[in-house]
């Protein structure tokens, strides 16, 4: 199994020592916006448990955190007004890993817009902070509507 680095960068985040536009936190997860998005809403869920990749989560950490990736993908497709969403996860450096802290990027989609390249292009902080607002507010306007989270 990889070796967890406590200095890595969502370690940073979590501590509060790296700011980030955060969408949602529980016990166990936090969700933000990535900061260099493929796509409007880009967002990553991360666990609280010191875990390099998805081997090294336990398997109640990881149902808690793919929990939240199924109740808050369908809020964040909403509210920037998309029509699918991808859910992608990476393991190991071949693999595209760049972060490694496990996370679940979700990466909303509109038809016929293609996404940018990963790591391309720093994203505006107003820009992030104003789509951060957003899915917070259709998180709230759900939970006020006492929606269940799908759809
Ligand atoms: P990976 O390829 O490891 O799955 O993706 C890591 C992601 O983290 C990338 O999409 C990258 O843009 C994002 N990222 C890297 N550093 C930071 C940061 O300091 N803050 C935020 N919010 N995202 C970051």
Redesign the pocket.
Same mark, same amino acid.
């Given at each position: 199994m990889a070796a967890y680095d406590r200095d890595n !960068?969502f370690a940073k =985040?979590l501590r509060g020592k !790296?700011p980030?536009h955060k969408l949602y936190e529980d016990d166990d997860t936090l969700a933000?916006?990535? !900061?260099?998005p493929r796509t409007d809403g880009h967002a990553?869920v991360i666990t609280k448990e010191p875990a390099p990749d998805l081997f090294g989560i336990s398997p109640e950490g990881l149902a808690k955190l793919m929990g939240v990736v199924q109740k808050l993908a369908p809020k964040i497709k909403n509210a920037v007004g998309a029509d699918g969403v991808l859910i992608q996860q990476?393991n190991g450096a071949a693999a #595209?890993?760049? =972060?490694f802290h496990l *996370?679940v *990027?979700i990466i909303p989609r509109k038809e016929g817009v293609s996404m940018g390249r990963? #790591?391309a292009k720093m994203a505006d902080p107003d820009a992030l902070a104003a789509t951060a607002e957003k899915i917070r507010d259709q998180i709230h306007s759900d939970e006020i509507r006492g929606e269940a989270g799908h759809g």
């Amino acid at each position: 199994m990889a070796a967890y680095d406590r200095d890595n !960068i969502f370690a940073k =985040v979590l501590r509060g020592k !790296i700011p980030c536009h955060k969408l949602y936190e529980d016990d166990d997860t936090l969700a933000f916006l990535d !900061i260099m998005p493929r796509t409007d809403g880009h967002a990553l869920v991360i666990t609280k448990e010191p875990a390099p990749d998805l081997f090294g989560i336990s398997p109640e950490g990881l149902a808690k955190l793919m929990g939240v990736v199924q109740k808050l993908a369908p809020k964040i497709k909403n509210a920037v007004g998309a029509d699918g969403v991808l859910i992608q996860q990476f393991n190991g450096a071949a693999a #595209g890993q760049t =972060v490694f802290h496990l *996370h679940v *990027h979700i990466i909303p989609r509109k038809e016929g817009v293609s996404m940018g390249r990963e #790591g391309a292009k720093m994203a505006d902080p107003d820009a992030l902070a104003a789509t951060a607002e957003k899915i917070r507010d259709q998180i709230h306007s759900d939970e006020i509507r006492g929606e269940a989270g799908h759809g």
